[in-house]
Every structure is written in structure tokens, then in C-alpha cells.
Nanobody, 122 residues
Framework: VQLQASGGGLVQAGDSLRLSCAASGGILSNYLMGWFRQAPGKQRELVALITRGGTTTYADSVKGRFTISRDNAKNTVLLQMNSLKPEDTAVYYC?????????????????WGQGTLVTVSS
């Protein structure tokens, strides 16, 4: 499975962005899907995940602002990001995994996209 993340850019605080993760070579509805991010000088962290059944989990820092969803018709996973803050600045990665439980760890994911940069100015 190859994943392609897109939708990043430079925005101002309070703006919105929608990231997309498109796949080839696999059907994303068959996978656990996650969005991670890595800010400069920091470790990569989980932002949100969605299970095969549609259950979602969010990092505390993005709850109420970000929404992860699937568009099965387009074989994509989306991350809607609202009320962006400068601390959301990072490279965002989508990932797909086979795990049927958890999903909080990078180890639960097998395939990774190349990352898309989100920069939020104050």
C-alpha cells in the first residue's frame, strides 16, 4: 500500500485546513488509519486515528478542533483541522496498519505516507 498525504500549507492562527491521505495498492477501509505529526525538534506523535469500524480517537491537544474521517468512495482518509494554532505546526503523516486493537503506537502501523507540512502563523 502506498499512501500520499496532501493538503498542507501556510495558514494563520484560527484558520482551517483539510488534509487528505490517498492510497494505491490497497483499500483503506480494510486498515486502521492514523494521522501523526512531528514538530521541529520533537518526537512524532499521534494526532488521530480511526478504526475499521469508524471509532475515532484524538490527542487531547486537538480534541474538539480536528476530525478524522473516511471517504471510502475515494479510498481516502481525511483530517479536518479547525481553529489551528501555532503549536499545530508540524509535518503531518498518514499511516495504515493491520492492528485490530490499540493504534496509539507507531508500531501499530505498517504503511506511511511521505508527510505534508502544516505551518500556522500567529
Amino acid at each position: 500500500v502506498q499512501l500520499q498525504a496532501s493538503g498542507g500549507g501556510l495558514v494563520q492562527a484560527g484558520d482551517s485546513l483539510r488534509l487528505s491521505c490517498a492510497a494505491s495498492g490497497g483499500i483503506l477501509s480494510n486498515y486502521l488509519m492514523g494521522w501523526f505529526r512531528q514538530a521541529p525538534g520533537k518526537q512524532r506523535e499521534l494526532v488521530a486515528l480511526i478504526t475499521r469500524g469508524g471509532t475515532t480517537t484524538y490527542a487531547d491537544s486537538v480534541k474538539g478542533r480536528f476530525t478524522i474521517s473516511r471517504d471510502n468512495a475515494k479510498n481516502t482518509v481525511l483530517l479536518q483541522m479547525n481553529s489551528l494554532k501555532p503549536e499545530d505546526t508540524a509535518v503531518y503523516y498518514c499511516a495504515a496498519g493491520y492492528s485490530y486493537k490499540g493504534g496509539l503506537s507507531e508500531d501499530d502501523y505498517t504503511y506511511w505516507g511521505q508527510g505534508t507540512l502544516v505551518t500556522v502563523s500567529s
